[in-house]
C-alpha cells in the first residue's frame, strides 16, 4: 500500500472487517440449496457452473487472484510456500435455484496463493477480509469489497457500465478508465453511464486500482 496508516487504526478497520466477513457468510447461509459440493485438504477444487450464473464468493484473506474463463466451471487452485499445510482448507460450492455461493476457509496464515477461474459471463459478488486481491476478465455485474490490503479490477471497456461505485476508508483510488484519482480517508467516485453492469468497489484500509 502506498500510504502508512497508524497500526492502531488498520487493527480496528481490520477487526470490524473481519467480524462484518463472518456475519455476512452467516447471514448467507445456503439455505434451500440444490447440491452442495465440498473438498477438505485438497490443493484443487473445481465443479461445473453456467455461464451467466450469478456467483457469491466468500474467500479467506490472502494473494487471490479471480479470472474469468471460456471453461463452464468454477476452478480453485492452491500455490505458495505453505500450500501443504492445507488439512483444514475447505471448499464449500452450493448451487441454488437461481445462484451459486463459494466458500473458502481454513489453510495457512502467510506465503499463500489462490487462484480461482470462473466462466467470464457472470454477475460476480467477492468478500475477502484481508490480503491482496486481483479480478480480471469478467464480464458482469460486479459487487466486491476487501477489509484490509490491495484491490485491482480490470473493468474492461469502462462504457458497458450503468452505474460505478468506487470507495475507501483509507487509501487511494485510482481510477484512470474512469478518469479518477483520490488519496486520503473517506474517498469515493460514483458515476452513470449507458451501458449494461454495474460495478460496486469498497476497500476499508488500502488501495483500490481499476484498471
Known amino acids: 500500500m502506498r500510504l502508512r496508516f497508524l497500526p492502531v487504526v488498520l487493527g480496528v478497520l481490520c477487526s470490524m472487517g473481519l467480524a462484518a466477513f463472518a456475519a455476512a457468510a452467516g447471514d448467507n447461509s445456503q439455505a434451500g440449496s440444490k447440491t452442495v459440493t465440498t473438498k477438505i485438504g485438497e490443493p484443487h477444487f473445481e465443479a461445473p457452473l453456467p455461464s451467466g450464473f450469478p456467483l457469491r464468493l466468500y474467500v479467506r484473506s490472502g494473494d487471490i487472484r479471480v479470472v474469468g474463463s471460456e471453461d ?91 452505474l460505478v461505485e468506487a470507495s475507501v476508508n483509507a487509501g487511494d483510488v485510482e481510477a484512470s478508465p474512469f478518469g479518477e484519482s483520490h488519496s486520503g480517508l ?26
Open 72 to 162: 463452464g466451471k468454477i476452478s480453485v487452485d492452491i500455490s505458495g510456500k505453505n500450500s501443504h499445510k492445507i488439512n483444514d482448507l475447505k471448499h464449500r460450492l452450493a448451487i441454488l435455484d437461481s445462484s451459486a455461493e463459494f466458500h473458502l476457509s481454513g489453510g495457512p496464515r502467510n506465503d499463500f496463493q489462490i487462484t480461482i477461474h470462473l466462466p467470464k459471463n457472470c454477475d460476480l459478488f467477492l468478500r475477502v477480509p484481508a490480503g491482496d486481491v486481483t479480478v480480471e476478465g469478467i464480464s458482469g455485474n460486479k459487487d466486491i469489497e476487501l477489509h484490509a490490503g490491495d484491490l485491482s479490477i480490470h473493468v474492461g471497456n469502462p462504457e458497458e457500465y450503468s
Open 186 to 211: 473517506f474517498r469515493s467516485f460514483k458515476k452513470s453511464g449507458a451501458g449494461k453492469y454495474k460495478l460496486h468497489a469498497h476497500v476499508g484500509a488500502g488501495d483500490l486500482t481499476l484498471l
